[in-house]
């Protein structure tokens, strides 16, 4: 028998609410998936994925998350939420602010004092919420010009970038940055990229927009990319080439390993 496309399962059900997230867009494969109840997994199984290849699909399992140690059992459950839409993220991250600025990690121990931060939503062309953020120099200083952040695939503006936009903004450089469509804050299904033009137009869109400020005017504006989010600044430098004075690229993603497209070549996927 064939599987379908693809199968979600429902992850167990920690949410400190009785309800049923919903999500603010629909995506169009999780619309129709049945959801079907996990099966007994080792949480000793020490590979991250399995692949078990038969003939007519590939079999894909995720180690079970563990507590984590030196917090709450009420922070523990709200991390363990089905995290796949942005309300359900936008919980966590409220709930792990003040964990994260107590992290022992150079990025957030040698941040410059008197970074002033601001954080905002904008409403895309496709009716979806995006969450962005800036980092500013120190009142007084003279600004230099802007640097506008693409963080890469499964990471968010509002982790490790805070402590890097804080640096950068000490120099006299305005930081603004935003969270991909369905990464961190922003709305959209989590992780989930229907299109790279689409991430392409988002950004364009938000600094578009950005760039029009009044404290940018005159200014010289920079686009970093990392990892993913090199491919990103690539796609958009190529489709606006005069819209930015640089681009910085940190660890691009210029090409797609050929073993990874191997596995996309095999028969549909059953993700467990």
Known sequence: MELPFALRLQPPNHSLSPQKLE???IHPLKQFLPIISLPEINPHTKPFLNLSRTRHSTIVTAK????????????????????????????????????????DHPLFKVAPPGIK???????????????????????????????CICHGYGDTCTFFFE?????????????????HPGFGLSDGLHGYIPSFDELADNVIEQYTKIQGRPELRGLPCFLLGQSM????????????PRAWDGIILVAPMCRVSPSFLLLLSCPPFLLL
């Open 23 to 25: 999500s603010p867009t």
């Open 64 to 103: 079970l998350k563990k507590p984590m140690d030196d917090v709450s059992e009420e922070l523990n459950l709200i991390a363990a939420q089905n995290l796949d839409y942005a309300p359900a993220r936008r919980r966590v991250r409220s709930a792990f602010i003040q964990v994260q600025q107590e992290l």
């Open 117 to 147: 931060t601001y954080e905002w939503y904008e409403w895309n062309s496709r009716g979806l919420e995006i969450f962005c953020k800036r980092w500013m120099p120190e009142p007084g200083v003279r600004m230099k010009g802007a640097v």
């Open 163 to 179: 402590g890097i936009a804080k640096r950068i903004a000490a120099y006299g450089y305005g930081v603004y940055a935003l969270d």
């Open 229 to 240: 989010g090199g491919a990103v600044a690539l796609k958009v430098h190529l489709k606006e």
